[in-house]
C-alpha cells in the first residue's frame, strides 16, 4: 500500500514535535530526530520518486545543506 500525503504530513509533524521538545532540553536528541529525519527521507524518496526531500525536510523543519 503506498503512503499518501497525509501520511508524509503525520511523519513530519511528529518529527518536527520531537525536534520542538528535544532543542529545549537535549541537544544530542535533537541531532538524533533530524539524522532520523533525514534517513526517513531517503527511505521515502525510494519508495516514492515524486516524494520531495526538501519539502519534507521544510515541513519537519529540518535545515539540510545543499
Known amino acids: 500500500m503506498s503512503m499518501s500525503a497525509k501520511d ?3 511523519l513530519a509533524r511528529l518529527i518536527c514535535q520531537h525536534l520542538d521538545n528535544s532543542w529545549n532540553t537535549d541537544p544530542v536528541a535533537a ?3 533530524e539524522n532520523f529525519g533525514i ?3 531517503e527511505v521515502l524518496a525510494k519508495d516514492n520518486p515524486r516524494f520531495d526531500k526538501a519539502r519534507f ?3 519537519c523543519n ?3 545543506a545543499a
Open 8 to 10: 508524509y504530513e503525520m
Open 31 to 33: 541531532v538524533a530526530v
Open 39 to 41: 534517513d526517513l527521507a
Open 57 to 59: 525536510f521544510k515541513a
Open 62 to 64: 529540518i535545515e539540510v
